[in-house]
């Protein structure tokens, strides 16, 4: 049971994955971030995603309100972008039936397939302000696969999120039925993966602030 905390959760009618702390910090960053593209690997039942896009929704009705216009969401260019190597159809169904899902463009297939990242890539041109989340598949290569593939996309002044950092400090085989452990899996990658990228760093802030995120050295911000 003590391992099904994060399943506790929905967001906006949608289950999401993830920590009540660690969905504040999502929209704190995309509050102070502004961005207009969001780009989320790992998808599962949607609430993140669903999560990114009513954030943007509200980026959108405080720019229409500080104009003084009006905003049909359908026409806003504020988009998530999510990815899944296994898009389950009662998720998709709910997903683009969601209030939402004018907002959210999904590909399915590995996120670091050459032609998903290609997909990506292209449909991320255009937009200024870039955010990116990685919670999919938690292994050190895939992670790092991950980071070389849309770290960078993320735009200057944004963040890159590398989730379930903190299974390395978790004992060992603890996920006994994951292939991720101890000294295989995102703090792991993320460590070497900055060690060539200087130009983004940990920001310490946002973890010190939350005590208890599933994200310890993951708050990855681009000079």
């Given at each position: 049971m003590h391992k099904k905390y994060v399943y506790n959760y929905d967001w906006l009618g949608r289950p999401i994955i993830q920590y009540p702390q660690d969905m504040v910090a999502i929209q704190e960053l995309v509050w102070t971030v502004r961005p207009d593209l969001i780009?989320?690997?790992?998808?599962?039942?949607?609430?993140?995603l669903i999560l990114s896009a009513s954030?943007?929704?509200?980026?959108?009705?405080?720019?229409?309100?500080?104009?003084?216009?009006?905003?049909?969401?359908?026409?806003?260019?504020?988009?998530?972008?999510?990815?899944?190597?296994d898009i389950r159809e009662?998720?998709?169904a709910a997903i683009e039936a969601h209030p939402m899902a004018s907002r959210i463009q999904m590909f399915q297939g590995s996120s670091i397939g050459a032609e998903v990242v290609k997909q990506v890539h292209d449909a991320a041109k255009g937009y200024q302000k870039v955010m990116v989340f990685l919670d999919s598949m938690h292994t050190h290569d895939h992670v790092l696969g991950e980071l070389d593939a849309y770290a960078p996309l993320v735009s200057k002044g944004s963040y890159c999120v590398v989730f379930d950092t903190f299974v390395d400090d978790m004992p060992p085989k603890f996920f006994a039925d994951r292939p991720w452990d101890v000294g295989n899996n995102p703090k792991t990658a993320t460590r070497q993966w900055l060690k060539?990228?200087?130009?983004?760093?940990?920001?310490?802030?946002?973890?010190?602030?939350?005590m208890v995120t599933v994200a310890p050295e993951g708050f990855l911000k681009r000079d």
């Amino acid at each position: 049971m003590h391992k099904k905390y994060v399943y506790n959760y929905d967001w906006l009618g949608r289950p999401i994955i993830q920590y009540p702390q660690d969905m504040v910090a999502i929209q704190e960053l995309v509050w102070t971030v502004r961005p207009d593209l969001i780009i989320e690997t790992g998808i599962a039942h949607g609430g993140s995603l669903i999560l990114s896009a009513s954030m943007l929704a509200m980026l959108d009705m405080c720019d229409a309100i500080e104009a003084g216009t009006t905003i049909d969401p359908r026409q806003s260019s504020r988009k998530v972008i999510g990815i899944d190597i296994d898009i389950r159809e009662h998720n998709r169904a709910a997903i683009e039936a969601h209030p939402m899902a004018s907002r959210i463009q999904m590909f399915q297939g590995s996120s670091i397939g050459a032609e998903v990242v290609k997909q990506v890539h292209d449909a991320a041109k255009g937009y200024q302000k870039v955010m990116v989340f990685l919670d999919s598949m938690h292994t050190h290569d895939h992670v790092l696969g991950e980071l070389d593939a849309y770290a960078p996309l993320v735009s200057k002044g944004s963040y890159c999120v590398v989730f379930d950092t903190f299974v390395d400090d978790m004992p060992p085989k603890f996920f006994a039925d994951r292939p991720w452990d101890v000294g295989n899996n995102p703090k792991t990658a993320t460590r070497q993966w900055l060690k060539s990228h200087p130009d983004f760093k940990v920001d310490p802030a946002m973890e010190s602030r939350l005590m208890v995120t599933v994200a310890p050295e993951g708050f990855l911000k681009r000079d």
